[in-house]
């Protein structure tokens, strides 16, 4: 089939001949007619298989006529990334080049001004991460009740990333009557239970098993000691031909430390994690994209959607914590048909993960080994980091006493001897305890001395403690006279009459004072 057969815009279908694309990939040939349709679609299909152009494509030639309002979008394209919602925005400025259709980028670590000033213009398509469109929401400068097309983009990693309350708010503040597009690589229950509460009689597409990496990636995995991790990855980047690649650690700290490595071993290493400012992130990215920079060390905030053309390699560092980012990892290589090379280092603490990955994606990982290193095995105790080796840890059990098994823990059937025993045991008397022995009495504490008297004493004067200097002041204030009231020191205002006096009296004084002055 090709894309003039899907009922796709003129302008469109000029757009898409530009970039040299005729035939469309499995997701965009069932995904675009349903939403051209105007149904409710739940997209599911794996990384780099072009989810982006299948919701894009026809959201544009729905959204050709009409106009927006000031501070109205007609369309909403939820990311959970700023670099999703930039290469989202990307593809909307390629394929909607021949439209008229106006756009606005709300992501964080950018002002407010710039894209407030986009939304009270009035814009067609917007694109925005969960945080900053809330933001902007509870600001004023945004309204939501207009919106035509809704489209919740890589929903699996909003689960991930703990933006779901959030999707729920935002939904709660859209129109009732709207069109919604739910995509996602995996579907766990949680997806499916949030797709059943947004969409309403949804057309399932789904062009592959969930959770599967593409054919075109050949996987293996090398298995070392920890402390020979890094001198493994050297050993890769020099023997593989590797163009540019995708380095993944699961902490951000390690990112910066793996990065001065690489460059100190003479490579050309950038890093890219959340907690870069966008603006650091955004020209790291650009400059890989570029070629400036060949490899890039990334937490998972590349591994979703990020589309690198030609990326020939991706390497695991460190084991994925959850299976699902083994596979959007992979995923950035052998993309558009191309074929790809993926390799994850992995160490005898792994087992449980590596395990957990191979049941997700149905197949063993084929192992290889590296040239000076030795091979361990999976769950060899021997072959565990030695205490206080680089990059060693203490395994969680270690120091611990060893858990009983199931088999060696007592039965129902020995609880009631175990509780007549105890019973046995209250009834039985107690051994008196002696009494406890009485302390002696602490003898009367001595009044403290002080600096003077402690200095009169040694200069061979007679000792005045405090005591003694209180005892005569208290001496010299007794007397013989009995005080009653007030005593001979009544106040001279309390002897006068409390008679009032005549009116007549207090003018003729009163007088008399005015002609002495």
């Not at 939403?35 to 026809?58: E, I, S, W």
């Not at 030609?310 to 390497?315: A, Q």
């Not at 001979?488 to 009163?510: C, G, N, Q």
């Amino acid at each position: 089939m090709l894309f003039s057969e899907l009922g796709l815009g003129p302008d469109v279908l000029r757009a898409i001949e530009d970039k040299g694309y005729t035939q469309p990939t499995p997701i965009q040939e069932q995904a675009i007619p349903w939403v051209l349709q105007g149904r409710d679609v739940l997209g599911c299909a794996q990384t780099g298989t072009g989810k982006t152009a299948g919701f894009t494509l026809p959201m544009i030639s729905l959204l050709a006529s009409g106009r927006a309002r000031a501070r109205m979008p007609r369309s909403l394209i939820l990311e959970p990334t700023r670099e999703l919602a930039a290469q989202v925005a990307d593809s909307f400025e390629m394929y909607g080049k021949y439209h008229k259709l106006s756009m606005a980028l709300l992501i964080g670590g950018e002002t407010f001004s710039e894209q407030v000033k986009k939304l009270d213009r009035g814009v067609d398509v917007l694109i925005a991460t969960p945080g900053r469109l809330i933001d902007l929401f509870e600001r004023g400068n945004i309204m939501l009740n207009d919106i035509k097309v809704f489209v919740i983009d890589e929903a699996d990693r909003m689960l991930d990333m703990g933006f779901i309350p959030d999707i729920e708010r935002i939904v709660s503040k859209l129109p009732k009557t709207r069109q919604t597009l739910f995509f996602s690589a995996t579907m766990p229950p949680e997806i499916r239970r949030l797709a059943d509460a947004f969409l309403t009689t949804p057309q399932e597409v789904t062009v592959a098993p969930p959770a599967s990496p593409a054919e075109t990636v050949t996987q293996a995995m090398a298995l070392v000691q920890d402390m020979d991790k890094r001198k493994a990855l050297r050993h890769l980047l020099r023997t593989e031909d590797v163009k540019n690649a995708f380095i993944f650690c699961n902490r951000k700290r390690d990112i910066a430390v793996l990065q001065k490595s690489l460059e100190r071993h003479g490579f050309n290493a950038g890093a890219l994690h959340g907690d870069m400012v966008q603006s650091k992130r955004t020209e790291t990215l650009d400059l890989f994209k570029k070629g400036e920079i060949s490899l890039l060390v990334c937490s998972d905030v590349a591994a979703r959607g990020i589309d690198v053309q030609g990326l020939s390699h991706v390497f695991n560092f460190d084991v994925p914590l959850t299976p699902d980012d083994y596979v959007h990892r992979i995923g950035r290589t052998g993309r558009a048909g191309k074929q790809g090379r993926a390799f994850m280092l992995a160490t005898p603490d792994d087992t449980k993960l590596v395990g957990a990955i191979t049941r997700l994606i149905k197949r063993e990982i084929p192992m290889i080994a590296i040239d000076g290193l030795e091979t361990a095995e999976f769950g060899d105790e021997d072959a565990r980091p030695r205490r206080g080796g680089r990059g060693g840890s203490r395994s969680r059990s270690e120091g611990r006493p060893e858990a009983r098994s199931r088999d060696e823990r007592p039965n129902r059937e020995e609880r009631p001897a175990r509780e007549e025993r105890a019973v046995r045991d209250e009834r039985a008397p107690r051994e008196e305890r002696p009494l406890r022995e009485e302390r002696p009495e602490r003898p009367e504490r001595q009044p403290r001395e002080s600096l003077a008297a402690a200095e009169a004493r040694r200069n061979g004067e007679p000792r005045r403690d405090r005591d003694r200097d209180r005892r005569r002041r208290r001496d010299d204030d007794d007397d013989d006279v009995s005080v009653i009231g007030f005593g001979d020191h009544m106040p001279a205002f309390m002897l006068r009459s409390a008679r009032p006096r005549p009116a007549a009296e207090t003018v003729a004084e009163s007088a008399e004072q005015s002609q002495e002055g």
